[in-house]
């Protein structure tokens, strides 16, 4: 078939990580298919911002993996679809687990050989390969990993921490040996990684993103009084105590103050468009900018 179209839909591969299968996070060049002035007004801006479209590649070559619900955006070969629930009384658990954290605990499990590609999105992706590791992140964060690990739901240790550590009463653990993404609001170089030895981490804000197995959190007083405290002008403050990791974002922060302010120059729905995670790493192993055709 001929055809006037010229197909070079040249993709960056910004990083790429192999276990049973390969994930790689690509990234859009350009995006030129605005046909009215909004819509090309936005893609100026976003343009001399720097802000790119970003999609999730997964080549599966007979192992499994799991997404987030309605994440995906096409697919090629003979991969299957399912729904691990563990039979009727996993099932049940799982249903309560949701109900409970508002979060879809049951995630389609894709199985096979060829590709899956989710959804573009404007965030970015964070690749991480866990060896017998556990970590604990938001509920929003989570986007992919490998069927070889284990997806539950963690409660907080105390009431302090569920009442006013702005996380609720619920997390998302995962736990064992392979390859986990999460998408998160921020790019890389604006994450902080703080590796603690019987040690103590104190933050003042939501912007810490993950932990692991070895590190409590609680929400703790500023002084050893409520009402020092609250004249103290910090108040209630995250603390992360113990040995392991603590990945902050404190530049989430000044984005979210930026969206509650809206945009300038009149593109009211542009904060729509760039949002953060959640709202549908030892990161690039090729910095260099791979071709991905």
């Known amino acids: 078939m001929k055809t006037n179209i010229e197909m070079n839909n040249t993709l960056t591969k910004l990083s790429e990580f192999k276990n049973n299968s390969t994930f790689q996070v690509l990234e859009y060049d350009d995006l030129r298919g605005g046909t009215d002035v909004k819509t090309a007004f936005m893609l100026s801006y976003m343009r001399d911002a720097n802000i790119k479209l970003r999609q999730l590649r997964i080549v599966l070559q007979g192992g499994g993996v799991y997404t987030e619900p309605n994440a995906l955006s096409f697919m090629r070969g003979p991969i299957e679809v399912s729904t691990n629930t563990g039979g009727l009384m996993g099932l049940s658990k799982k249903f309560v687990s949701s109900k409970i954290s508002g979060e879809p605990v049951i995630k389609p499990l894709f199985k096979g050989v060829g590709e899956i590609l989710l959804e573009p999105s404007f965030g970015h992706y964070a690749i991480l390969q866990l060896e017998k590791e556990e970590i604990i992140i938001d509920d929003e964060l989570f986007f992919a990993a490998e069927d070889t690990i284990d997806i539950s739901v963690t409660t907080m240790k105390s009431i302090s921490s569920a009442l006013f550590g702005s996380e609720g009463f619920f997390q998302t ?118 071709k991905e055709k």
């Open 173 to 290: 653990k995962l736990s064992g040996t392979g390859i986990v993404v999460l998408e998160i609001p921020v790019p890389e170089t604006e994450i902080f990684k703080y590796s603690l030895v019987d040690d103590v981490l104190k933050i003042d804000g939501s912007f810490s993103i993950l932990r692991t197995a070895g590190i409590q959190f609680t929400v703790e007083k500023t002084t050893k009084t409520l009402i020092g405290s609250g004249f103290s002008g910090e108040g209630l403050l995250k603390v992360f105590r113990g040995t392991g990791e603590v990945w902050l974002m404190p530049t989430k922060v000044v984005y979210d103050k930026m969206l509650s302010q809206g945009m300038p120059f009149g593109v009211g729905g542009m904060d729509n468009l760039v949002q953060e995670p959640g709202f549908h790493k030892d990161h690039d192993k090729n910095r260099n900018g791979e």
